[in-house]
């Protein structure tokens, strides 16, 4: 997801509109954000499981609570984006020699 929004970022500008396949129609800052709360997400999760916490650890220690008002809603509830999910994502990435640099939708289980 990550990468997507970087590659759409290159081919918008602000006067683009954006129809995502989730939540309302935005706008190139719009996306920004978006791409820039997954960093974060990514960022955190991968701290924690370098420190190696397992996954269940990192869905207990709530890494995104402080998103949760913003982004707790909706496609991104705790369903879908999650810890745990994020967890999968750079295992399977790093498992497949991506070096845990991709952060896709991943289901919690």
């Not at 996306?31 to 990514?42: G, P, Q, S, Y």
Request: charged letters at 25%; one cysteine or more; glycine letters at 12%.
């Amino acid at each position: 997801m990550i990468l997507a929004a970087d590659k759409i970022l290159t081919l918008v500008d602000n006067n683009t509109k954006i129809v995502p396949g989730h939540g309302p129609l935005g706008n190139k800052a719009d996306l920004t954000k978006f791409r820039d709360m997954l960093v974060v997400a990514r960022d955190r999760v991968q701290k924690l499981k370098t420190a190696g916490k397992s996954a269940g650890e990192i869905a207990a220690s709530k890494p995104f609570a402080d998103l949760d008002a913003t982004w707790g809603k909706g496609f991104f509830q705790r369903r879908c984006f999650c810890a745990g999910g994020v967890f999968g994502a750079l295992s399977r990435d790093a498992q497949r020699g991506k070096g845990a640099v991709v952060l896709r939708y991943a289901p919690c289980r």
